[in-house]
């Protein structure tokens, strides 16, 4: 089988960039960025002159990662949905009052200005009902009242973001409405199934005649493919299960230094991470897995999509986790013994010959452009930032 692979990283696009400014020099008139620079200037001086220098680094490099998902998507060539997770929306609810999460905040409305005017691909905000679920305090039922004010508080949260807000998963308040009744009942079944994996004890004999028995196997037989949820996906929840079982597996089979666990690698580790309880035992983490299956980047590129759904989350485990799953994938396959091998093999050797995410890079290219413009006119005015705080 032949695989080509491209994952989007910070490191991988510097590399790129060399050739960006004059491919897409005709994309940004300087009346264009004159026009931009004075939007920033205006809407963010002095909200950054109050900012101490490492609260100014914070900023600077939130908006940046941000960015840097944001590229990903734009790779894609069709219109985004930036789905907020829970911890974007807490930010934003409580920027007022708690100092650390306001200046989380303000980057992602710089991060938005970003995408209003200095990208060229459209774009929209996304809550999902997992969101707004959490929202809500993970009701068990709801009325139509509170649902409706939830959507008002999150359209008042993200005015400032100036970008128009799309639903996931839902149209109208009865769509919605049906969608928290099944997370609802998902949550208190999964709440129940997570205490009883972690009830369980798993402690296993790891020995096999030709080795050791990876917990990965023990733990993929042990979930079914059909757990009975309403509204998560049952493959990613038995994805995250399979990490904490995993997890437990090798955690308590120490006992036979000839059949030590090996475990998987980083993404498993950050899936068996991904939930835990809280002290009055309400399973956390619940929007975690909404967001790995609206916004696997790897899955959505294999579908071929009009749209691409980024995940918008400013929990670092969860960040990396979605990172993860950020590759795209082009394989060619030979199935040898048919009277058309050598022709199968030939597709496989041009293939890995060829350049197959070609039009993925022009768009890189494009889009590292707009990012050098804007990174410039930011810049400047964290600068001015500084002096204007300075001279007080």
């Not at 900023?59 to 941000?66: A, G, H």
């Not at 004999?205 to 023990?218: M, R, Y």
């Not at 090798?250 to 006992?255: F, L, P, R, T, V």
Request: aromatic share 10%; charged share 25%; hydrophobic share 40%.
């Amino acid at each position: 089988m032949g695989q080509a692979r491209q994952r989007g990283t910070r490191e991988e696009r510097i590399a790129q960039s060399q050739s960006a400014e004059q491919a897409a020099s005709r994309s940004l008139s300087s009346s264009e960025i004159m026009e931009f620079q004075k939007k920033i200037e205006l809407q963010f001086l002095d909200k950054l002159a109050s900012l101490s220098e490492d609260e100014l680094k914070i900023f600077y490099s939130t908006v940046f990662d941000l960015i840097d998902m944001y590229v990903t998507g734009y790779q894609f060539g069709v219109r985004i949905y930036l789905v907020l997770d829970n911890s974007v929306i807490q930010s934003f609810k409580h920027r007022d009052s708690q100092r650390a999460r306001g200046i989380l905040a303000l980057a992602f409305i710089a991060f938005c200005r970003f995408v209003k005017d200095w990208s060229n691909r459209e774009t929209y905000l996304a809550v999902s009902p997992a969101a707004i679920y959490e929202h809500l305090g993970r009701p068990s039922t709801t009325t139509d009242t509170r649902i409706d004010a939830a959507i008002n508080e999150l359209r008042e949260y993200f005015s400032e973001c100036d970008l128009p807000i799309a639903t996931v998963g839902f149209s109208d308040r009865a769509e919605l409405k049906r969608n928290l009744d099944a997370i609802a009942a998902d949550d208190t079944y999964l709440t129940s199934y997570f205490k009883g994996i972690d009830a369980t004890d798993w402690k296993r004999d790891l020995s096999t005649p030709l080795g050791v028995k990876l917990p990965l196997a023990i733990a993929n037989e042990y979930i079914p493919n059909n757990l009975p949820l309403k509204y998560f996906k049952p493959w990613y929840v038995k994805f995250v299960l399979i990490g904490r079982i995993e997890k437990l597996i090798a955690k308590q089979s120490q006992h036979n230094k000839d059949a030590m666990p090996i475990t998987g690698g980083k993404l498993t580790n950050l899936l068996s991470l991904m939930n835990d309880f809280s002290k009055k035992g309400m399973l956390r983490g619940l929007g975690d897995i909404d967001m790995l299956q609206l916004c696997d980047i790897t899955s959505q590129y294999q579908q071929v999509p009009n749209h691409v759904m980024l995940g918008q989350t400013f929990d670092e485990k969860l960040a990396e986790t979605l990172f993860e799953r950020m590759s795209f994938f082009e394989t060619k396959s030979v199935e040898f013994g048919r009277p058309d091998t050598k022709k199968q093999l030939q597709k496989v050797t041009d293939f890995l010959c060829s350049k197959p995410f070609t039009e993925e890079n022009v768009r890189t290219e494009e889009i590292l452009y707009r990012i050098k413009k804007f990174n410039q006119v930011l810049t400047s005015v964290i600068f001015a930032a500084r002096k204007l705080r300075d001279a007080v």
